[in-house]
């Protein structure tokens, strides 16, 4: 798949690979877990290297997923610091920083793409 070149092409793109993520829900519950949409973020990684063909060995995933995580866990909050909203009430964004970080801890886009991205998701799903 080809990496969206506009923040339109961007949301379009993340509506697809959250419910692509919610598809496993499912399965979740066959492992005894309830994935629920406020936890799809912890697929995004998965789903962006899913939707970009990319397959890594299995110790640099993990890598990726942690870096990934990790910046989940520093804008978790919102507020000035982080210059997202509460990412626990707003699930979408959870996933869409998620999934734009893989694309930019993988280096298929910019910092200055990454926020414009950003900034169109949290126009389009910021809970009012």
Known sequence: MTIPQTPHEWLLEIERAAKDAAKTKPFALLTGTLLTDSKLFHLAPLVALKFRGIRLPSEKRDELIETVLASYVVNADGGASSGLPDLKANPMIAFSLCYVATHLVLEL????????????????WTVA
């Open 109 to 124: 886009v910019s910092d200055e793409q990454a926020q414009a991205i950003l900034s169109a998701c949290e126009k389009r």
